[in-house]
């Protein structure tokens, strides 16, 4: 395979799947893609600006080596279909959650591990102000949560939420592990903490944190308005 596919062929390789099986006649989730656009497009046009923002100051970068060499605002093409596939995937994962462990989400465990994060993301906040990557990831990851806690109040859907997160970081350490490992990404020391997993910053984890809880909410309450 040509290296300039690579990123593209990790893309399609994490869609195929969930793609697939969303027309898994219990989950059906086929049935739910006109609440499932806008809820991958809104929070994205967030991330992607932030995306833009990094890239343009130097926090991160891309390597035409891996990547059709198609930009747009200096984005790769294939980093702004990452905004459509990921969330796709992982409001994959959280609905089948939803439909084969509906007992799950229940209880109050999910409030409990939401102060944890809360407490952790303001310790990340206040030790290392001067990272801009992880200033601002577990800035945008706190306030995210605050809101789900104390706007949204939905603890059972914040409990599916915590577990969808949690499966989806196992297909995301082998997809964001080879795109950091070659890399395809790679990371300004100066604006990251240095802590990582494997080749990935401990940030890209809350970062998907903050992105799949937005995609969730959106989700949601397009539910819930929708009947």
Request: net charge positive.
């Amino acid at each position: 395979m040509p290296h300039q596919l690579v990123y593209l062929a990790l893309l399609a390789g994490s869609l195929a799947g969930p793609l697939v099986l969303s027309f898994d006649r219990k989950v059906a989730f086929y049935r739910q893609f006109y609440r499932v656009w806008p809820a991958i497009v809104v929070p994205a046009a967030l991330f992607i600006s932030w995306d833009v923002w990094f890239n343009a100051a130097g926090v991160w970068s891309f390597a035409d080596e891996y990547t059709l060499g198609v930009r747009w605002l200096g984005l790769p093409v294939e980093e702004w279909a990452f905004f459509l596939v990921v969330p796709y995937c992982s409001l994959f994962v959280y609905e089948v959650l939803r439909n084969y462990f509906p007992r799950a989400g229940r209880g109050r465990w999910p409030v409990g591990i939401a102060w944890f994060f809360l407490s952790f993301f303001v310790l990340m906040v206040v030790l290392d102000g001067n990272k801009l990557y992880t200033t601002v990831n577990f800035s945008v990851a706190l306030i995210a949560l605050l809101v789900a806690l104390f706007v949204w109040k939905q603890p059972e859907y914040l409990g599916f939420f915590f577990l969808a997160w949690l499966v989806s970081l196992i297909p995301k350490l082998v997809v964001n592990g080879i795109l950091t490992s070659l890399p395809v990404v790679s990371y300004n020391p100066g604006h990251i903490i240095g802590l990582r997993v494997g080749t990935i910053p401990v940030e890209d984890f809350f970062y998907f944190f903050g992105l799949l809880l937005l995609n969730v909410m959106v989700y949601e309450r397009l539910k819930r308005n929708q009947g």
